[in-house]
């Protein structure tokens, strides 16, 4: 009975950890995709609508959050451009 316990509650603390792993991945996440319209205002080429458009794109994606956020600064600007570009190729 013992042993029976033991394993329950083995089982139901790897659950509840990958439970709060996910919850704080979220979280990061979400962080992430707050500081993304914030990091776009440093590229003064891009107009609001711009900069909400790529908000949507970026942010749909984990990784292509994952990437603008992982760029260097000078690197950002083009990397946003592009995404813009083939957006926009895309809708037409």
Do not use: N
């Not at 013992?2 to 990958?18: A, D, Q, V």
């Amino acid at each position: 009975m013992t042993t029976l316990f033991g394993e329950f509650f083995k089982s139901t603390g790897e659950r509840l950890e990958t439970i709060a792993q996910r919850i704080g991945y979220d979280k990061d996440i979400g962080t992430a995709r707050k500081q993304v319209f914030e990091m776009l205002g440093g590229i003064q080429s891009l107009t609001l609508v711009d900069k909400l458009d790529v908000c949507e794109i970026i942010g749909a994606k984990i990784e292509w959050l994952e990437i603008f956020m992982g760029l260097p600064e000078d690197a950002r600007s083009v990397y946003v451009h592009r995404v813009l570009d083939r957006h926009r190729a895309c809708l037409l």
